[in-house]
């Protein structure tokens, strides 16, 4: 028991007297503002808070968002065909691909994909 004590308070010396000495010798002795900030989705954060964000850019990251999500439905539906039924499987196919399309055609036809304006 006495040994155990022993030896824990010699690993919290250690690593005080590394943790003090690691301060000591750090070269970021002074603290900049705009280190010191939290820097947050590329927005700067001392700049104004309501800056105009472009509506076409998260259109554009939800419909990535879209197709990468159809990837991890299509991709368990091929592995999947060995064991389920094939009219089953033809169904279940065609309706997730028929819904994507449909949604892809809807925002082309809106005007989303485009990068102008």
């Not at 590329?42 to 700049?47: A, D, E, V």
């Not at 279940?92 to 892809?104: E, H, K, P, Q």
Request: net charge positive.
């Amino acid at each position: 028991m006495n040994m155990t004590l022993m030896y824990m308070f010699m690993i919290m010396l250690i690593t005080t007297s590394l943790t003090l000495f690691i301060l000591l010798i750090s070269k970021k002795m002074i603290t900049d503002k705009q280190k010191a900030s939290p820097f947050e989705c590329g927005f700067n954060p001392m700049s104004n808070k309501r800056l105009p964000f472009s509506i076409h850019f998260f259109l554009i990251a939800v419909l990535f968002l879209i197709f990468d999500i159809e990837i991890i439905i299509i991709l368990p539906m091929i592995f999947s065909l060995k064991y389920v039924m094939l009219k089953l499987w033809m169904l279940s196919s065609y309706t997730v691909i028929i819904t994507l399309l449909v949604g892809l055609y809807n925002e082309w036809f809106q005007g989303m994909l485009k990068w102008t304006n």
